[in-house]
C-alpha cells in the first residue's frame, strides 16, 4: 500500500475520533515524522508513515529518539492495521 493512502487513511480515524492530523515540515531539520497528531486532552504524537514493511532512515530514527528523549510519543506506521492501537493509545477510539 502507498504511503500517501496509510497517510489519509491516519487522519481519518484521527479526525473521527476528534484530533487532527497534521502534516510536518520543518524547512530546517531533515529527517522529522511525517506526521503531527493532536489529540483532544492535549496529547500529541509524532508519526512517520512509510510503505509496508519499510523502515525509517537512520536520520529518521534519530529525530524520533530526540523527540521521545524530551517526551513525545513517536510511531512507525507502515499498515493501516496499525491505526487503531495508535488512536487508542492516544486517548482516541478510532472508527
Known amino acids: 500500500m502507498l504511503e500517501k493512502i496509510i497517510e ?7 479526525k473521527s475520533a476528534g484530533g ?3 502534516k510536518f515540515i520543518t524547512p530546517t531539520l531533515d529527517g522529522v515524522p511525517d506526521r503531527l497528531v ?3 486532552q492535549g496529547r500529541i504524537a509524532f508519526v512517520e508513515v512509510k510503505q509496508k514493511g519499510q523502515k525509517p532512515r537512520p536520520l529518521q530514527v534519530l529525530r524520533m529518539k530526540q523527540l521521545t528523549n524530551l517526551g513525545f ?4 506506521l507502515d499498515d493501516i492495521e496499525q491505526i487503531p492501537e495508535i488512536v487508542k493509545t492516544l486517548g482516541g477510539d478510532a472508527k
Open 73 to 76: 510519543r513517536c510511531f512507525v
Open 38 to 40: 493532536l489529540m483532544p
Open 20 to 22: 487532527r492530523c497534521l
Open 8 to 14: 489519509q487513511k491516519l487522519g481519518i480515524a484521527v
